[in-house]
């Protein structure tokens, strides 16, 4: 099975912040990563596919980049309502592991 | 507008069985993978099984493999997760979400609001 490390596992910025969530593979996943994102008492939404593909609908201060075994999540300028969880997921062989989560506060 | 929408959830024993389901709407049902993914209490994610949309290939993860079956019903547009033997460690908020594109290796872009699975004695 692919491990899918992710750090840090709690963040916390200030409002403005760029902030940085990284995500590493156990083995190479080459594009295949997705980033979703996670508040409390709902269901996760995509905000990333593909590595580096906005989703529809997502604020652009979301990008990803990567491929390979090294993948990372930026919010360029973080905002409020980024509180959340970050999740990132491999789907490049079954079966598709989860990382174990970036918590991201507001200070 | 995609709508998913679980039930099936509730308390069971160890031991015993349970089958959720997920009602979906609003896109072409049958040409998309499904999956289902949980989260235990205060825990992460963790993807459980994915169907393809013509429900004839079906993947799951090594903690259900043997114990939870995955299928789905084209012409009604349901989903469904048969979990039996159920184990206390499967207590999790289960969600059902679509795949993004038409094949199962995608990410998913829908999900529903989650139905609870509580085991215990």
């Known amino acids: 099975d692919i491990q899918m490390t992710q750090f840090p596992s709690t963040l916390s910025a200030s409002v403005g912040d760029r902030v940085t969530i990284t995500c590493r593979a156990s083995?190479?996943?080459?594009?295949?990563l997705a980033w979703y994102q996670q508040k409390p008492g709902k269901a996760p939404k995509v905000v990333i596919y593909?590595?580096?593909n906005l989703q529809s609908g997502v604020p652009s201060r979301f990008s990803g980049s990567g491929s390979g075994t090294e993948f990372t999540l930026t919010i360029s300028s973080l905002q409020p309502d980024d509180l959340a969880t970050y999740y990132c997921?491999?789907?490049?062989?079954?079966?598709?592991?989860f990382g174990q989560g970036t918590k991201v506060e507001i200070k | 507008e995609v709508q998913l929408l679980e039930s099936g959830g509730g308390l069971v024993q160890p031991g015993g069985s349970l089958r959720l389901s997920c009602a979906a709407s609003?896109?072409?049902?049958?040409?998309?993978?499904m999956t289902w993914v949980r989260q235990a209490p205060g825990k992460g994610l963790e993807w459980v099984s994915t169907?393809?949309?013509?429900?004839?290939?079906?993947d799951y993860a090594d903690s259900v493999k043997g114990r939870f079956t995955i299928s789905r019903d084209n012409s009604n547009n349901w989903l469904y997760l048969q979990m039996n033997s159920l184990r206390v460690e499967d207590t999790a908020v289960y969600f059902c979400?679509?795949?993004?594109?038409?094949?199962?290796?995608?990410?998913?872009?829908?999900w529903g609001q989650g139905t609870l699975v509580t085991v215990s004695s």
């Open positions: 979400a679509k795949s993004a594109t038409g094949n199962s290796q995608s990410s998913n872009d829908y």
């Open positions: 609003g896109f072409t049902f049958g040409s998309y993978a």
């Open positions: 169907l393809t949309g013509s429900g004839g290939s079906a």
């Open positions: 083995q190479s996943i080459r594009s295949w």
């Open positions: 593909k590595a580096s």
């Open positions: 997921q491999q789907y490049n062989s079954y079966p598709y592991t």
